[in-house]
T-cell receptor
Framework: SQQGEEDPQALSIQEGENATMNCSYK?????LQWYRQNSGRGLVHLIL?????REKHSGRLRVTLDTSKKSSSLLITASRAADTASYFC???????????FGAGTRLFVKA | DTEVTQTPKHLVMGMTNKKSLKCEQH?????MYWYKQKAKKPPELMFV???????INESVPSRFSPECPNSSLLNLHLHALQPEDSALYLC?????????????FGPGTRLTVT
């Protein structure tokens, strides 16, 4: 079964607004990662948050992790049209090689 | 060089053909991955190689055959595919295997099986 589930499935916002995406997972993790995928292209790593961290920032990105609720959120502030993409959370089995991606959120930022 | 390259970008093949997908990285990464992605779905892990040895095979049909000739190259040999195998095939690499390392993805090969 999928490790990560994301909501919303799709999100449409105006340029300049903030976008928040959520991810839930089922088992213990060492860390959680977020990736972006532009249409039909390869994925780009955005940020990794470790299980002992609660919040992490990278530029306009803010990621939170709540291990008690097995959930994470990705906030993109002051969105731009270039942020239009699909966003996936990714987790893996502790100590293993397997990476499982969530269903993804498709973000559309209107100029 | 932080790039993962994949060839070809597009591939159309019949169900009786044999073809290969290629992936290359020169970052010194010791783990390499194949994923399959259908439209509007997340990538699904197929195979993981760690130090040139197959570490994970996610119950992939034998018509897909991976090969890791050296630490920089990863191939996926295709034979007798079905139309439902049409998808975007993504290669990735990471410094080591496991969840503590970010994966670098190639642009993918879009495969159409006719």
């Amino acid at each position: 079964s999928q490790q990560g589930e994301e909501d919303p499935q799709a999100l449409s916002i105006q340029e300049g607004e903030n976008a928040t995406m959520n991810c839930s997972y089922k088992t213990s993790i060492n860390n959680l990662q977020w990736y972006r995928q532009n249409s039909g292209r390869g994925l780009v790593h955005l940020i990794l948050i470790r299980s002992n961290e609660r919040e992490k920032h990278s530029g306009r990105l803010r990621v939170t992790l709540d291990t008690s609720k097995k959930s994470s959120s990705l906030l993109i502030t002051a969105s731009r049209a270039a942020d239009t993409a699909s966003y996936f959370c990714a987790t893996g089995n502790t100590g293993g090689f397997k990476t499982i991606f969530g269903a993804g959120t498709r973000l559309f930022v209107k100029a | 060089d932080t790039e993962v390259t994949q060839t070809p970008k597009h591939l159309v093949m019949g169900m009786t053909n044999k073809k290969s997908l290629k992936c290359e990285q020169h970052m010194g990464h010791r783990a390499m991955y194949w994923y399959k992605q259908k439209a509007k779905k997340p990538p699904e892990l197929m195979f993981v190689y760690s130090y040139e040895k197959l570490s994970i095979n996610e119950s992939v049909p034998s018509r897909f055959s991976p090969e890791c000739p050296n630490s920089s190259l990863l191939n996926l040999h295709l034979h007798a595919l079905q139309p439902e195998d049409s998808a975007l095939y993504l290669c990735a690499s990471s410094q080591e295997g496991g969840q503590n390392y970010e994966q670098y993805f190639g642009p993918g090969t879009r495969l159409t099986v006719t």
